[in-house]
Structure formats: structure tokens, C-alpha cells
């Protein structure tokens, strides 16, 4: 069993594991979110091809449609991030200040 950096809970939560890797969320053709150990924000740079590409990178591609993730694409994403805080991202509110906000200050 691979071991992976991210773990999901219920239908719509991603929660970072390992401060080493940042987790690259892809959701169909909307904006790659990056969340690293500070916080989550859009993601400029290429996407991995390859999982070992990635691995060399110190990321890991969430693609929300896999069938190991979610098996469809979201609208709605909850991650908990390593800074303590949940976010939110909201894919309908793509290119506003309300695509990913801060849910939660602490979820601890």
C-alpha cells in the first residue's frame, strides 16, 4: 500500500499530513491550488506528469476526480492545512478574493 501525504474525510475534505510534501488539487479544467505548510494559494508551475517527477519536486498531485480521491469533480474543497487553519475553496467563485478563504482559524 502506497503511503500518500494527504488523508480525505467525508465528501468534500482534504487534510495535509506531511509538512516535507505540498499537495498540488487539481479539479478538472479550474486552477491548481497549492497547499504547502503555510497556507494554499494558486500554483503557477507545471504539473508532474509522473508520480516520480513529483516525488523529486517534493509534491503530490490530488486530482479530486480520481476514484481514490473523490471520484468526481468538486465544487466545494475543505483542506486542512498544517498552519492550523482550514480553507475553503470555492470553485465557482474562481478569479474572486472569495475562491479560497479561511474557514476555520483553528480546526485543532
Known amino acids: 500500500m502506497i503511503e500518500k501525504n494527504f488523508i480525505t474525510s467525508g465528501r468534500n475534505t482534504i487534510i495535509h499530513k506531511m509538512r516535507k ?3 498540488l488539487i487539481v479539479n478538472g479544467n479550474h486552477p491548481i491550488v497549492i497547499v504547502t505548510n503555510r497556507g ?3 500554483y503557477k508551475g507545471p504539473v508532474p506528469r509522473k508520480k516520480s517527477d513529483a516525488k523529486k519536486a517534493y509534491q503530490e498531485v490530488v486530482d479530486l476526480g480520481a476514484v481514490d480521491v473523490f471520484g ?3 465544487t466545494l474543497v475543505f483542506v486542512q492545512a498544517l498552519d492550523n487553519k482550514e480553507y475553503k475553496i ?3 467563485k474562481v478569479g474572486t478574493n472569495n475562491f479560497i478563504r479561511i474557514h476555520q482559524e483553528s480546526y485543532i
Do not use: I
Open 90 to 92: 470555492d470553485y465557482s
Open 72 to 74: 468526481e469533480e468538486k
Open 40 to 42: 494554499l494559494g494558486l
Open 21 to 23: 510534501f505540498d499537495l
